[in-house]
């Protein structure tokens, strides 16, 4: 098993520009979320989904967007890239039941300038 | 929401002594609280969890314990390592869904 995978590691950005951060998981995991991280604050929810074709908002959803077409991926859009979304970015998943521990992805260090 | 504090940030002990981070949750229908050490550069890992029909759990050296009317809960490290430098971070949650983290303690192990 890959666990959890992230793509790219690395982005730089230009203030106003989109991307999408992309986010798969091969342990047929219901449950997948996306977290931002900054230093002194954390982790902070962003949106996650508790199965295909549902998700939902965290705690810091505004300037991106999230679909789950299919249970493996979990793609993360920002549509107009700002100085504030400067982060790094981790996906995580786990089972819907039984053993609740999360499995984070290596993370994404997206720079916007 | 659930808002969670977590102290120190930062703790300095020498190697051998035992280290204890300390977190409060705010809303008292959390059920479910893990730890995570992440390093360097690293993804968060889980260490140990507890959910909240449990006082205290142990897995060798790591221990974590939960005051549900405090709302508060505490990860022991005893005889600590140099490999256990990193950060940790504590979370909450509510029906093992959206987890909310504590801002991290910063963990330095000294030989």
Not at chain 1, 8 to 27: E, I, R
Not at chain 2, 9 to 21: K, W
Not at chain 2, 64 to 89: C, G, M, R, W
């Amino acid at each position: 098993n890959a666990g959890v995978t992230q793509t790219p590691k690395f982005q730089v950005l230009k203030t106003g520009q989109s991307m999408t951060l992309q986010c798969a998981q091969d342990m047929n995991h219901e449950y997948m979320s996306w977290y931002r991280q900054d230093p002194g604050m954390g982790l902070r929810l962003i949106h996650y989904s508790v199965g295909a074709g549902i998700t939902d908002q965290g705690e810091v959803p505004n300037g991106y967007n999230v679909s789950r077409s299919t249970t493996e991926d979990f793609p993360l859009r920002l549509l107009l890239a700002a100085p504030s979304q400067t982060s790094v970015y981790f996906c995580a998943s786990r089972k819907r039941t039984g053993n609740y521990e999360q499995y984070f992805g290596p993370g994404t260090r997206l720079t916007v300038t | 929401g659930e808002n969670v504090e977590q102290h120190p940030s930062t703790l300095s002990v020498q190697e051998g002594d035992s280290a204890v981070i300390k977190c409060t949750y705010s809303d008292s229908a959390s059920n479910y609280f893990p730890w995570y050490k992440q390093e360097l550069g690293k993804r968060p890992q889980l260490i140990i969890d507890i959910r909240s029909n449990v006082g205290e759990k142990k897995d060798q050296r790591i221990a974590v314990t939960l005051n549900k009317t405090a709302k508060h809960f505490s990860l022991h490290i005893t005889e600590t390592q140099p490999e256990d430098s990193a950060v940790y971070f504590c979370a909450a949650s509510t029906g093992f869904q959206k987890l909310v983290f504590g801002t991290g303690t910063r963990l330095l192990v000294s030989p």
